[in-house]
Nanobody, 123 residues
Framework: QVQPVESGGGSVQAGGSLRLSCHAS????????MGWFRQPPGKEREFVAA????????DYADSVTDRFIISRDNNKDTVYLQMNNLPPEDTAVYYC????????????????WGQGTEVPVSS
């Protein structure tokens, strides 16, 4: 079990960039797949990106491919989400989540969740 804690959220103008961090304390962070999800205002939580315990395994939602980059530093028990060229539609609360080993898109497949960090994108 790990305890994710997100940071790095904040207001950004359309077209700008932001990097989110998620520190996941707990045993054996390197054996967990880490996912980023988001929940726009009034909508359901949705998959954004994930990175497996094998760092070469990554996946992105179609809406963020070529704009977002997920990475991890196992020495720091931290996963990152670099977000570029943000439009207002990316406004959401962004959550970090963990599950054993392999990546998944489904929200219910992740067991440990952070509290979320808000990212308002203004036009």
């Amino acid at each position: 079990q790990v305890q994710p804690v997100e940071s790095g959220g904040g207001s950004v103008q359309a077209g700008g960039s932001l990097r989110l961090s998620c520190h996941a304390s707990g045993r054996l962070f390197s054996t967990y797949a880490m996912g980023w999800f988001r929940q726009p205002p009034g909508k359901e939580r949705e998959f954004v990106a994930a990175i497996g315990w094998l760092e070469r395994n990554v996946d992105y939602a179609d809406s963020v491919t070529d704009r977002f980059i997920i990475s991890r530093d196992n020495n720091k028990d931290t996963v990152y989400l670099q977000m570029n060229n943000l439009p207002p539609e990316d406004t959401a609360v962004y959550y970090c989540a963990a599950r054993p080993r392999d990546i998944e898109h489904r929200v219910w497949k992740y067991y440990d969740w952070g509290q979320g960090t808000e990212v308002p994108v203004s036009s």
